[in-house]
């Protein structure tokens, strides 16, 4: 590949990474929203709003809940530079940085569906890490240089 020349699936790589960056911010916010909810909840519905978080905690729901959100601010922020990365075509903030967060999806993913199940959602936050993953360290190994 020419020198400065892009090519663009790795810009379309990048897109899409800003998207699913502001998706999972807004999925990190939105953790914030939910437990506010929750407590709101708790404190208007008396006994309801008491059945409602048993029946959450029972469940493993809010350790979910947080670990979505702690998982989808980092995300948010790799996708980040990582989309950067592929815009300048640099092999740390690029390559390295999107693989890494890649492999934290995965495994944040496989963790999900093996204690909670599979869910569409999840089916997509596993096939585009995998996806990522093969183009990153094959169709666009050679261009992530700088």
Do not use: C, H
């Not at 909840?41 to 905690?57: F, L, V």
């Not at 815009?87 to 993913?109: E, T």
């Amino acid at each position: 590949m020419a020198e400065g020349k892009r090519p663009g699936g790795l810009t379309a790589l990048a897109v899409i990474n800003f998207v699913f960056s502001a998706f999972s911010g807004l999925g990190f916010l939105g953790m914030f929203v939910f437990l506010a909810m929750m407590k709101t909840i708790e404190t208007t519905e008396g006994q309801a709003g008491e059945d409602a978080r048993r029946a959450i905690d029972e469940t493993g729901g809010y350790d979910w809940i947080i670990a979505s959100g702690v998982v989808n601010a980092l995300m948010a922020v790799l996708l980040l530079i990582s989309g950067i990365g592929y815009l300048k075509q640099k092999r740390v903030m690029g390559r390295m940085i999107g693989s890494g967060a890649a492999v934290i999806n995965l495994l944040f993913s496989l963790a999900f569906i093996a204690t909670v199940g599979m869910q569409f959602a999840m089916l997509v936050g596993f096939v585009y890490p995998v996806l990522t993953l093969i183009l990153l360290n094959t169709t666009f190994k050679d261009d992530l240089i700088n």
